[in-house]
């Protein structure tokens, strides 16, 4: 991991793999694959094994994810892997969802495929 990163969010960041690709902009339509793991290492989810191997895509910056995933992606670059943790508070805090226990640190290794900007 080449550095670990925590703002004032409690947000951690650690890069693996600096893209060399282009920054993600809020807007543009993102792909990643990623794994989900709980913070005792439990895997939730794997997008390439949900997604029939096709990269997970959502707008940046569309509130369509959780809190602490668009914290954790800023200033990813495509190409550029990286590990979040995001606490429990902007995660799913006190609710349980499907097989994520309530209160979870979530603990996400997001890579990032594709970003394309809005068409219209």
């Known amino acids: 991991l080449n550095q670990n990163m925590e703002d004032n969010t409690g947000v951690k960041?650690?890069?693996i793999t600096v893209g060399s690709g282009g920054l993600i902009t809020p807007g543009?339509?993102?792909?990643?694959?990623?794994?989900?793991?709980?913070s005792d290492g439990t895997l939730i989810q794997?997008?390439?094994?949900v997604n029939n191997n096709q990269p997970f895509s959502f707008v940046y910056g569309a509130?369509?994810?959780?809190?602490g995933w668009e914290m954790g992606i800023e200033g990813m670059r495509v190409g550029g892997k990286r590990v979040i943790t995001i606490p429990p508070e902007l995660g799913y805090g006190a609710q349980a969802?499907?097989?994520?226990?309530?209160n979870s640190t979530l603990i996400f290794e997001i890579e990032v495929v594709s970003a394309q900007a809005p068409t219209n």
Do not use: C
């Open 28 to 38: 543009q339509t993102v792909g990643v694959n990623y794994v989900l793991k709980l």
């Open 46 to 49: 794997d997008s390439k094994v």
């Open 97 to 102: 969802v499907g097989p994520i226990p309530a």
């Open 13 to 15: 960041k650690a890069d």
């Open 63 to 67: 509130g369509q994810l959780i809190p």
